[in-house]
């Protein structure tokens, strides 16, 4: 299950593994049933049915199998025209098709068949729509009061993609050949974006990652971080009493916030109560599509100065792979990049803000206080995490 909605609007709704959209007003659920050459399709029931995001973004696909190849179903919200929630259908199949929508409100850009609907019970006002070989509808559920016929010129699909992933981009950045974690760290980066942080008093420690990827994002200024900086203290002082694993990625959050924010004696303050505290160390965990996806998959890369400090994940051996701005202390970010030579690694590293020295336990005795350089790292199994 997962949540559409356009940035700076309170229209949500859910999107289920089958392309239904659930909203949260409570309001019908809108559902979606195809007609093919052999029978009506349920994509809640029928086998073979794919449900992806595309490229970790808040636009949805889903895959349904009839005869002669797929009907493709994307979901996506904009803001435009009071904001719209957008259901695309194409048939990538050799034989025309009918889609029916269950909700009367849904428009589209042409008008909707006034037709009885047989061979499948469905809500009254359920609406259907033919769809030729090779062609694409597009029909739409408005987030306010409905107009009588869709919008023109409403942004595609792949220009919402490319927007989402612009705008996750400008926190940090992961490149790998293999694109799942990638796309794992844009969709906590786009569920901040529309979704902001959560209560502090409920969630203390994703309050303070989600802040952080915020103002990297270029989302919060220093006026709107201001506006958080009780909360912030606050869950600080939560956190350093908690013993959560995502503590230790919260608090250097934290204090890479007050850097931004000029407040250099509580960052110092800060440091020294972190370096006397024991806090557990985070799990990798490259699966969980939350704010923490971020910090789990940073800092098997860089926690802090150290570069690779549970070593380079197996999976990861052989292919090349970047990241960008990551932390490495309040007020310094570094970015690597990974070549192969065979199981020897080609690292190059660049460091931005404060000056820091390079550490990593994948090299023992490796080190590097150059503001950018690179090294062959010569690794061996035991260096490597399974």
């Known amino acids: ?207 303070l990652l989600t802040v952080l990827e915020l103002v990297r994002m270029g989302e919060w200024d220093q006026r709107a971080t201001r506006a958080v900086v009780d909360e912030v203290a606050w869950c600080v002082e939560r956190t350093l009493r908690a013993s959560s694993p995502l503590g230790r990625p919260a608090l250097d959050a934290a204090a890479a916030v007050l850097s931004v924010m000029g407040e250099h004696r509580a960052v110092r303050d800060l440091l020294r109560l972190m370096r006397s505290d024991a806090l557990p160390t985070m799990a990798f965990a490259d699966e969980n599509p939350h704010i923490e996806a971020v910090a789990a998959v940073e800092r098997a890369v860089a926690t802090g100065t150290v570069l690779f400090p549970d070593g380079v994940p197996s999976e990861w051996i052989g292919s090349a792979f970047e990241a960008h701005g990551l932390l490495a202390g309040p007020s310094s970010r570094v970015s690597v990049a990974v070549r192969w030579h065979g199981r020897n690694a080609a690292v190059l590293w660049e460091v931005s803000g404060e000056p820091v020295t390079l550490t990593s336990p994948s090299v023992p005795g490796w080190s590097a206080a150059a503001p950018r350089g690179e090294a062959l790292w010569m690794l061996e199994s035991p260096s490597l995490r399974s």
């Open 1 to 207: 299950m997962a949540t559409t909605g356009a940035v700076g609007q309170a229209w949500r709704a859910d999107v289920t593994g089958s392309g239904s959209i659930e909203p949260w007003d409570g309001t019908a659920a809108l559902d979606w049933y195809v007609a093919a050459d052999d029978r009506w399709h349920d994509p809640k029931t029928d086998s073979g049915v794919r449900h992806r995001r595309i490229e970790g973004t808040a636009v949805f696909e889903t895959k349904l199998r009839v005869p002669g190849g797929d009907v493709v179903q994307r979901v996506w919200s904009v803001a435009d025209a009071g904001g719209y929630t957008l259901i695309e259908v194409t048939n990538d199949s050799s034989l025309p098709i009918a889609c029916a929508f269950t909700r009367p409100d849904v428009v589209s850009h042409r008008p909707l068949a006034d037709v009885p609907i047989r061979g499948i019970d469905l809500p009254e006002g359920s609406v259907l729509l033919p769809i030729g070989h090779r062609s694409t509808v597009v029909v739409g559920l408005a987030h306010g009061r409905p107009r009588p016929a869709l919008p023109a010129q409403l942004p595609s699909s792949d220009a919402v993609v490319r927007g989402w992933v612009g705008r996750a981009l400008a926190g940090s950045r992961l490149y790998r050949r293999e694109t799942r974690m990638a796309a794992r760290v844009r969709a906590a980066g786009c569920v901040a974006l529309w979704g902001g942080p959560p209560a502090p008093d409920e969630d203390p420690e994703r309050f």
